[in-house]
């Protein structure tokens, strides 16, 4: 199993530019994430799914959006890129627990060190 | 609302000492707290779980720590440590009340002097 992994690995963007950045895992987990990290910030939820086709916002959601149409991937997309966007991002993904809710450990992907100029 | 704080966000220690990190969370109902691991330029791993079972949790790379729910308190120790231990460490807490949505702490530096 290739576990989580993420496209691209770094990316410099200018200012107002749009992108993808791609996650997919591959062990069929229903419940995935974006999180953002930024020094002494920890990580912050961005967007999560609870499974294909539903999707919801977390903590710092504005200026990203995602779709989530298969269970294996979960792309997140920065509509027009600005300067307090640059960090790093993880996707990660899980499997649920009783309910459909999250109770267990996540797996995170390498990230993505984004820098917007 | 659940959350958590991370005592320390720095601890250094010399290679072979004791090292203990430590964790503070606040939680409604029955939480579930982890322990996660990054070295630098790296994803975070899994160190250790608690799930309402044991409350001295065993984890990867001599690791423990003890949910003590008198004291809210979830921290990290390791008898010895070793220079691959140095790494930003983070905990973690999810409960019913945040739907299971995890928080995260702002993370502790470790650094291990030879």
């Known amino acids: 199993n290739a576990g989580v992994t993420q496209t691209p690995k770094f990316q410099v963007l200018k200012t107002g530019q749009s992108m993808t950045l791609q996650c997919a895992q591959d062990m069929n987990h229903e419940y995935m994430s974006w999180y953002r990290q930024d020094p002494g910030m920890g990580l912050r939820l961005i967007h999560y799914s609870v499974g294909a086709g539903i999707t919801d916002q977390g903590e710092v959601p504005n200026g990203y959006n995602v779709s989530r149409s298969t269970t294996e991937d979960f792309p997140l997309r920065l509509l027009s890129a600005a300067p307090s966007q640059t960090s790093v991002y993880f996707c990660?993904?899980?499997?649920?627990?009783?309910?459909?809710?999250?109770?267990?450990?996540?797996?995170f992907g390498p990230g993505t060190r984004l820098t917007v100029l | 609302a659940q959350s958590v704080t991370q005592l320390d966000s720095h601890v250094s220690v010399s290679e072979g000492t004791p090292v203990l990190l430590r964790c503070n969370y606040s939680s409604s109902y029955s939480p579930s707290l982890f322990w996660y691991v990054q070295h630098p330029n790296k994803g975070l791993q899994l160190l250790l779980k608690y799930t309402s079972a044991a409350t001295l949790v065993k984890g990867i790379n001599g690791f423990e720590a003890e949910f003590k729910k008198s004291e809210t308190s979830f921290h990290l120790t390791k008898p010895s440590a070793h220079m691959s231990d140095a790494a930003e460490y983070f905990c973690?807490?999810?409960?019913?009340?945040?739907?299971?949505?995890?928080?995260f702490g702002r993370g502790t530096s470790l650094i291990v002097h030879p």
């Open positions: 990660a993904s899980s499997y649920s627990g009783l309910a459909g809710y999250n109770y267990n450990e996540q797996f």
């Open positions: 973690v807490v999810s409960d019913s009340g945040g739907s299971y949505i995890p928080t």
